[in-house]
């Protein structure tokens, strides 16, 4: 299966649980592309009203990176909501492939995380994640799944 991971942490590359995800899928035979989202006040077109907008290009790089993916994951703290809120809502307008946030937010608040993502991943992912991967990627049902939750109606 073909996953791609972001990490909208621009201040932050260690990235700790997207490294931790991608070693894991990959190890299980897996290919996944990491991808550490700049988010400095260079790559950021404006601010409003405290949300950081960023810039068109960025999003359309990111959406290209996304490309070829069946699964896409977001590691987010909630100081990163807004950031992933742009990229899911710029990515979800082209691309296909469902969308998982992942990370301390989305455990927190698994509700409002899923007005956004299709699936939520609570706790430690690697092994709820290892099987959602293998799941979908077998075609069967993935509503059973533990520590992940999915949007109704998808």
Known sequence: MRITLLAPTPMDI??????????????HGHQVRTVFIPGGVERLKYRTEYVYQYDPRLLHEVEELCRESDLIGI?????YFDRARQLTQHLKKSLSAPIIWGGIHP?????ESLEYADLVMLGEGEEAFLELVETLAAGRDIQHLQNIWVKKGE
Do not use: D, N, Q
Request: no cysteine.
């Open 14 to 27: 260690s990235a700790f649980g997207v490294r931790a995800l991608a070693a894991y899928a990959k190890l």
């Open 75 to 79: 590691s987010l703290m909630t100081h």
């Open 107 to 111: 455990t927190v608040r698994p509700e």
